[in-house]
């Protein structure tokens, strides 16, 4: 019997939010955690010799999902959350175009207690999904807003969704 080491360290626990960049810009308090989803995409291939057991995985792509939940009601953050809208400087208008392109732009996580900095190279706010805002006497007022990460084929292969360490602002 093959015998492993114990490799655990309990100052590896990490606990606590992250600050949130969009665009470079702060977007201030967050309130009900701010959330990273990958899922992994694959292809199996199958033989008939083997039925639906697979014989091989290929990479299929990566989905990434950020979840935020802005707390502070500022005009800027609503301009983040409605990538779609038209900004007026004081107002944004709704009301484009089918094919318009979506705003979008770099989202950094920043955990609190010092742990790895997650870098999402072009991310687009909310696309595809609907916006919330609870206007209600007894809760506070959260704007979750969903961030899908996307390919940017002007850096280099394998290096063109994000990266969790090694943070780079440029």
């Known amino acids: 019997m093959t015998v492993y080491p114990l490799a655990s360290n309990a100052d590896n626990i990490s606990i606590g939010p992250c600050h949130v960049y969009f665009k470079g810009a702060h977007i201030g308090h967050t ?3 701010v959330t990273v989803s990958i899922t992994q995409g694959v292809y199996e291939l199958k ?6 057991t697979p ?7 990566l989905k990434l999902e950020v979840t935020v939940n802005m707390t502070e009601s500022t005009f800027a953050n609503l301009k983040v959350l ?9 107002y944004l208008t709704f009301g484009k175009p089918v094919g318009t392109e979506i705003s979008t ?3 950094v996580l920043e955990p609190t207690d010092g742990s790895s900095i997650i ?5 687009a706010p909310n696309i595809g999904g609907a916006v919330e ?3 209600t006497t007894d809760k506070q007022r959260v704007y979750a807003c969903k961030f899908s990460g996307l390919i940017d084929d002007q850096r280099s292969s394998g290096d ?3 990266r969790i360490g090694g943070f780079s602002s440029s």
């Not at 870098?119 to 991310?123: H, L, N, R, T, V």
């Open 31 to 33: 309130y009900g955690g």
């Open 160 to 162: 063109q969704l994000f």
């Open 82 to 90: 409605f990538a779609s809208a038209t900004d007026k400087t004081t």
């Open 133 to 135: 805002i609870a206007y």
């Open 47 to 52: 033989t008939d010799q083997y039925g639906e």
């Open 105 to 107: 732009g770099e989202l």
């Open 119 to 123: 870098q999402i190279y072009k991310a």
């Open 55 to 61: 014989v091989r995985t290929l990479e299929g792509g």
